[in-house]
Structures are given as structure tokens and as C-alpha cells.
């Protein structure tokens, strides 16, 4: 059985953190060359890649608390199935894409799903221990 501790979620939480800080500079550095590449619109990347730094700041900052917050936790694990959802819209036809941005989009979307069930393994436990 794999358990996830108050150690690997703050761990999970700051890899969270640091790959939509990457992910979002490196959305807003590389607009134009990966709207070309992928088919994706400029303004959808840039949208993305700026929306990102503020969500990594929130989840780095709810990382770094002495004590983890059961309801930022909460949140955050709610914006990313949010972000997946909304991702796997786009591959539904949402937005027009050619065969590198489905593999952009879907290798995110993917990515995002995994530290999802790691955090939300986390938050179940979290919760557990608390009403213990």
C-alpha cells in the first residue's frame, strides 16, 4: 500500500509549485514558437503561462507553512482536477490543435493528473489524522 505522509505532500506540493512555475515561463518565453509548433492559439498559451505563476505562488506558499493548511491543501487538489478537466475539454475539440499540441496538452494534462492523486492521497490522510 502506498501512503503518502505530511512529508511527501509538502514534497509533492513544492514539485507542484515548481513545475507550473517552469511550465508558465516557459508558456509565456516560447508563445509564438510553441503556437507554431502545436497549432495552439497564442492567446490560450499566454493565458496559460500567466495564470501559472500565481497558482505557483499559492501552492509554494501553502508548501512552505509551518503547518499544512487542510483547506489550501483542498484547493489546490481541486485547481488541477479544474486544470485537467479543462484540459482534456481542450482535446475534446475545444481548441484547434495538430499532432504536437494533443501531445503537449495531453502529456500536462497527464502530469497534473499524477500529483492530483498524490496530493488528494495526501489531503485524505491529512484529514484522517486530524479527526483522529
Do not use: H
Amino acid at each position: 500500500m502506498f501512503v503518502i505522509t505530511a512529508t511527501r505532500l509538502r514534497q509533492a506540493l513544492w514539485l507542484d509549485a515548481a513545475s507550473c512555475a517552469f511550465m508558465g515561463a516557459g508558456l509565456l518565453a516560447f508563445t509564438g514558437p510553441l503556437a507554431a509548433l502545436t497549432a495552439l492559439p497564442a492567446i490560450l498559451l499566454t493565458a496559460a503561462g500567466a495564470a501559472l505563476a500565481p497558482i505557483a505562488a499559492v501552492i509554494a506558499l501553502t508548501a512552505a507553512r509551518g503547518t499544512l493548511s487542510q483547506f489550501l491543501v483542498a484547493v489546490i487538489v481541486w485547481g488541477n482536477a479544474g486544470w485537467v478537466a479543462v484540459s482534456l475539454a481542450l482535446l475534446g475539440g475545444l481548441a484547434p490543435m495538430n499532432a504536437y499540441g494533443v501531445a503537449l496538452v495531453l502529456l500536462q494534462a497527464l502530469a497534473v493528473a499524477a500529483l492530483t492523486c498524490v496530493e488528494a492521497a495526501g489531503l485524505k490522510r491529512f484529514v484522517a489524522a486530524k479527526e483522529a
